[in-house]
């Protein structure tokens, strides 16, 4: 059974940074391309980075560039995205999420930043 298990979420000052981890079980997590996607309220669900099997960056919005970076530990079947120098504009739900014969998503992680 698939599981996807976000944390690291929390309330940051703007500016602040944070550390996101993604646990994956269930499936062979080095065998697929892993992505960061948030939702912010009132907002469609937006890709934010991706990230091969290999741990070489795919893509990253235009958004997040120079601030946000992805990586992973397939030791560890782990995805993490580093958030630094957050803005409020960066308000929203993570997820991580893959594409096997179905779309799968972890249940999210809630990041706020506000002074």
């Known amino acids: 059974q698939v599981q996807l298990v976000e944390s690291g979420g929390g309330l940051v000052q703007p500016g602040g940074s944070l550390r996101l981890s993604c646990a994956a079980s269930?499936?062979?997590?080095?065998?697929?391309?892993m992505n960061w996607y948030r939702q912010a309220p009132g907002k469609e669900r937006e890709l934010v980075a991706t990230?091969?099997?290999?741990?070489?960056?795919?893509m990253r919005a235009d958004s997040v560039k120079g601030r946000f970076s992805i990586s992973r530990d397939n030791a560890k079947n782990t995805v993490y995205l580093q958030m630094n120098n957050l803005k409020p504009e960066d308000t929203a739900v993570y997820y991580c999420?893959?594409?096997?014969?179905?779309?799968?998503w972890g249940q999210g992680t809630q990041v706020t930043v506000s002074s």
């Open positions: 990230i091969s099997q290999r741990g070489v960056t795919i």
């Open positions: 269930g499936f062979t997590f080095s065998s697929y391309v």
């Open positions: 999420g893959f594409r096997g014969t179905q779309n799968y």
